[in-house]
């Protein structure tokens, strides 16, 4: 009989029961559902931060291209002017940018509005929501 009931411990203590394992379940899912909404956030703020530090480079970039040529390229040369020369523009040296203009964080192009709303020229990106006046509308002034 004694061997019998140690074989019988041993098996016992070897696997967790149904209900061990519906508890440590339960676990994680409340420690996902409280943890996951966080995560997200910092994701977006890093969207933002990005977009942010990518209109301060075209930016810097449109400044240079004012001090060459004297003036801002217009919103219909667009900032496709800081990587090849418009036509009929004096004083052009660039290109500016070492690559191709980039999309913001959400995958769409920036625009620029000469004048600004603000200010002499605006870099614009239409943010997570992709509309003009939306709530993620980031702008960068000259």
Do not use: C
């Not at 995560?39 to 480079?57: E, G, I, N, P």
């Not at 920036?110 to 509308?137: C, D, F, M, T």
Request: hydrophobic content about 45%; charged content about 20%.
């Amino acid at each position: 009989m004694t061997m019998i009931s140690a074989q019988w411990r041993r098996a016992r203590q070897g696997g967790f029961t149904l209900l061990e394992l519906l508890v440590v379940l339960l676990i994680i899912a409340l420690l996902a559902g409280y943890v996951g909404p966080k995560l997200f956030s910092q994701v977006d703020k890093a969207k933002v931060k990005a977009t942010q530090a990518q209109m301060k480079t075209l930016g810097d970039a449109l400044v240079q291209y004012r001090l060459d040529v004297g003036s801002y390229p217009s919103s219909e040369q667009g900032l496709d002017a800081l990587v090849k020369a418009p036509p009929g523009v004096a004083g052009w040296h660039g290109p500016y940018l070492a690559q191709d203009v980039p999309l913001d964080a959400w995958g769409r192009p920036y625009q620029l509005q000469v004048p600004g709303r603000a200010a002499e020229a605006e870099i614009l990106s239409l943010g997570e929501e992709g509309r003009a006046g939306g709530n993620g509308e980031l702008v960068h002034a000259l």
